[in-house]
């Protein structure tokens, strides 16, 4: 693995701007630290979004359904709530990988 520099985002501005810049973004980075293990990646700054607030939020609108935010984890979404009105996406988010990565892995890692 190459060196590279670790930047907190304080805010989705300031993350999305360095990314324009050639910035990796990071949430969880699950698979984001198998790919810089193996040499496929080697990004020279990673932006953590972990420290952006607002990005892990969850909340189910009943007019406009539910809104899901990039950093809510797979075992919130398996577990939360306000997400049993939606069984299959709780069924979904239980069935992947292991608790361990469900603990740890974003809804936005995920489907990117």
Known sequence: MK????VNASSLDSA????????TLKAAGID???????????????????????LDSLADHPKKGLTIGPLVTLARLASDPL?????????????IATPQIRNR??????LC
């Open 83 to 95: 997400v049993t009105r939606y069984p299959a996406l709780q069924q979904a988010a239980a069935a």
């Open 32 to 54: 984001l630290l198998d790919r810089l293990k193996e040499g496929l990646e080697a990004p020279k700054r990673l932006v953590n979004l972990a420290t952006v607030p607002g």
């Open 105 to 110: 892995a974003t809804a936005a890692g995920n």
């Open 16 to 23: 999305l701007s360095q990314a324009k810049a050639g910035a």
């Open 3 to 6: 060196p590279f520099e670790l």
